[in-house]
């Protein structure tokens, strides 16, 4: 139960650390700014500014701002200028002079303008932008919780091996004493109402049956890709689709998939116990069960 509590713990940090922030980083008002200033740098390239299109100084009046708007907006107006472009330009210039008169929008402007538009703007502003569909956001979604699985599972390893020193430790310290003088009896201790026993530099931990798991911290499994959820998943309905298959084709010959015996032969036996296939297996089941045993 400790280990689901961790593993919650630690999505819950992941998700009000980086998920949270980054979609309620910026509201609309400023998206609408961040996508003016895009489209003035592809018209008119790097640096340039709203003031700078208006060829007005970043301190100008509101009176200077509404002159110099009706200078440009006669030049470029469609009624003069038909074409696309120019009719483009046009709307661009009218919503930058709107943001310029409004007292609140020109602050956050300056903001932006003085510290820079962020590179990164919030899950909110690209999904208005892209507007992805139902596939996108599920394969988004996919992915993003894949990665946190990934990052939970590397959390909890370093936990678990921050564990396994912390029984080592203090088995031999209750079995030493607190000078740490080493000895070569076997003794057994316990640490937080768990049984050890300490057989010179070995920790072993005694589970209620009377087994021994020598406790190690290389021996903490270190996940992987094939650890995620994803593929759990994708292997467990695979193997029933299989086994389904096999029990049918076993059927069709007349056979019961129970009865039916795994080895055709002792040897055959014998080569599948010794497969290091089936011995890694074996080690990460014993890692596991001893993992739960420890929690």
């Known amino acids: 139960m400790a280990y689901f ?29 961040f996508d003016l200033v895009d489209q003035l740098t592809i018209n008119e390239g790097e640096g340039t500014t709203f003031y700078s299109l208006l060829g007005i100084d970043p301190a100008a009046t509101e009176k200077e701002i509404g002159r110099a708007y009706r200078k440009l907006s006669l030049a470029l107006h469609p009624d003069k200028n038909p074409d696309e472009d120019s009719k483009e330009k046009f709307s661009l210039l009218g919503s930058i002079t ?19 538009v962020p590179k990164w703007r919030g899950t909110g502003w690209y999904y208005n932008r892209y507007r992805p569909g139902l596939t996108g956001v599920l394969t988004g979604l996919f992915v993003l919780c894949s990665f946190l699985h990934y990052l939970v599972m590397w959390v909890n390893f370093f936990q678990e091996k921050k564990r396994v020193r912390f029984f080592m430790h203090q088995a031999r310290e209750n079995a030493w004493g607190k000078r740490m003088k080493k000895q070569y009896t076997r003794k057994k201790v316990s640490v937080q109402d768990k049984q050890f026993i300490v057989d010179g530099d070995q920790v072993a931990f005694l589970t209620d049956e009377g087994e021994e798991f020598v406790l190690s911290e290389n021996e903490v499994a270190k996940p992987g890709l094939g650890d ?26 007349g056979t019961s998939y129970d009865d039916k015996e795994p080895f055709s032969s002792d040897d055959e036996r014998s080569e599948a116990g010794d497969n290091p296939k089936n011995r890694v297996r074996r080690r990460k089941f014993d890692r596991r069960v001893k993992s739960k045993k420890l929690n």
């Open 5 to 33: 509590k961790r593993r919650l713990a630690s999505f819950v940090v992941l998700f009000l650390l980086f998920i949270l922030p980054s979609t309620q980083a910026w509201d609309q008002l400023d998206h609408e700014i």
């Open 98 to 116: 709107t943001i310029l008169r409004n007292s609140e929008t020109r602050e956050r402007y300056n903001f932006f303008l003085k510290n820079g």
């Open 228 to 253: 995620l959820f994803p593929v759990l998943v994708y292997k467990k309905v695979l193997n029933k689709i299989l086994l389904g298959l096999k029990k049918k084709s076993l059927k069709e010959k």
